[in-house]
């Protein structure tokens, strides 16, 4: 019998502490990011979209640069030793990051190097965290799990943004990444309180060299995850450069300041929130799924670029969010639950390279082009990446319906 509850994977201790955990260090982290983005358009530069693109570019870029590295050692080693690295120098970066900006000594070309490391950190963290799901909680509960977390960290991108925004105002960036710095201690507390014994240990792949080579013959034999690659590398390089989008919009456009920037934020978040919720409840994501809502997210673009306020900005940004959310959801868990258990590693850090690692080449261009032709025809661009990637995944749904059709 299938089970369909909301929060069914919270009925595990293991899951329900790093849920706790991951909640409160992801509210810190979506006020850095926040805070980053005002510090360098606002503070170090004069509204200067380009280099908010720069500090996106460093910050994504090793996801694709340290590629080699990273699917294998999730695949590796001890996922939760890794990601308690990890998140402990993640934490020391904020710590840096706060006591240069609080100082009042921080530069440009400092918080450039900062971006940059957080990436170099992230780029093993990401995939580490994602497969370290399955661990949690096994392939029963992998897919409404990771609705959780994809839950966990929307609602953090509802909260964060917003308390940031009041605390830019009140008492300035550096205290924002000292904040974030702080919270590092509740992911890691809670990592420290599993219960290891109950961990759905996965098959670790050998000391083999080439396990990224492996990786990549592995998805170009499935025309599925080629696809859903395909539809990443768009959405993820000319879509989700919503710090570049919303900042841009909101001081160009809306001639709005932090509190209005944060704002906008969340709401983009309120609608992620909506979209997890709702994949929570699916007990398997499938093919058309990806393609409705990535044509929604390419129409919900269209719409917001040519809102006539910032109140139907913020109600665009919404129904945005929403469909960003169910289609990188879906993506995520149909790909864990069609890859083989000692191959999730390195597809999970391919799929984090593609949907991250294409920012420095998007965050650039869209800077470029918000500078240049204005913030509206910036999100025309992530309009476009949508409306395309819906175009790829019907085109994978006819080709597997001709197949089922000849072989049945």
């Known amino acids: 019998m299938s089970d369909t509850r909301l929060f069914r994977s919270l009925r595990l201790y293991n899951y329900r502490v790093w849920a706790i955990g991951a909640l409160v260090s992801n509210i810190g982290t979506w006020m850095q990011r926040v805070a980053q983005d005002w510090l360098v358009l606002t503070i170090l530069t004069d509204h200067n979209a380009s ?17 080699p590295f990273t699917g294998y050692a999730a695949d590796r080693f001890d996922r939760r030793r890794l990601i308690m690295l990890t998140q402990a120098l993640l934490g020391l970066l904020a710590l840096g990051l706060g006591l240069v900006t609080v100082t009042g000594v921080v530069t440009l070309w400092q918080v450039y190097a900062f971006a940059l490391g957080l990436g170099c950190v992230t780029a093993f963290d990401g995939p580490a965290r994602q497969v370290f799901v399955n661990d949690l909680v096994g392939e029963r509960y992998l897919a409404n799990a990771v609705a959780l977390n994809s839950t966990s960290f929307n609602s953090a991108r509802m909260i964060g943004p917003a308390v940031a925004g009041v605390l830019i105002a009140a008492i300035g960036t550096g205290w924002v990444f000292l904040v974030n710095a702080v919270s590092f201690a509740a992911v890691l507390g809670s990592l420290f309180l599993l219960r290891t014994d109950q961990l759905y240990t996965s098959l670790r792949s050998g000391r083999r060299a080439g396990g990224l080579l492996e990786g990549f013959r592995y998805v170009w034999r499935r025309p599925d995850l080629k696809a859903m690659m395909v539809m990443l590398f768009l959405i993820g390089t000319f879509g989700f450069n919503f710090p570049i989008y919303i900042s841009t919009m909101s001081v160009t456009v809306f001639h709005g300041g932090a509190d209005q920037y944060g704002l906008l934020t969340s709401a983009l978040a309120v609608g992620s929130v909506g979209g997890a919720l709702m994949a929570a409840r699916r007990e398997r994501p499938n093919l058309p799924l990806l393609a409705v809502s990535t044509l929604a997210f ?3 673009c269209t719409l917001a670029g040519v809102a006539p306020n910032v109140i139907v900005f913020a109600a665009m940004l919404t129904m945005t969010g929403f469909s960003a959310l169910t289609f990188n959801t879906a993506s995520n868990a149909l790909m864990q639950l069609t890859t083989d258990p000692a191959m999730r590693g390195r597809v999970m850090a391919l ?3 593609v949907i991250m ?7 650039p261009i869209v800077g470029w082009l918000a500078d240049h032709a204005g913030p509206r025809w910036a999100m025309m661009v992530a309009a476009a990446s949508g ?3 819906a175009a790829v995944a019907t085109r994978l749904i006819l080709h597997e319906r001709r197949r089922q059709a000849s072989t049945g």
């Not at 280099?51 to 590629?67: C, D, E, H, N, W």
Request: aromatic share 6%.
């Open 51 to 67: 280099a908010v693109g720069i500090t996106m570019a460093l910050q994504f870029g090793p996801q694709l640069v340290l590629l």
């Open 298 to 300: 390419g129409v919900f």
């Open 351 to 353: 799929r984090m390279a």
């Open 357 to 363: 690692g294409g920012t420095p080449l998007g965050a």
């Open 387 to 389: 409306l395309i990637a």
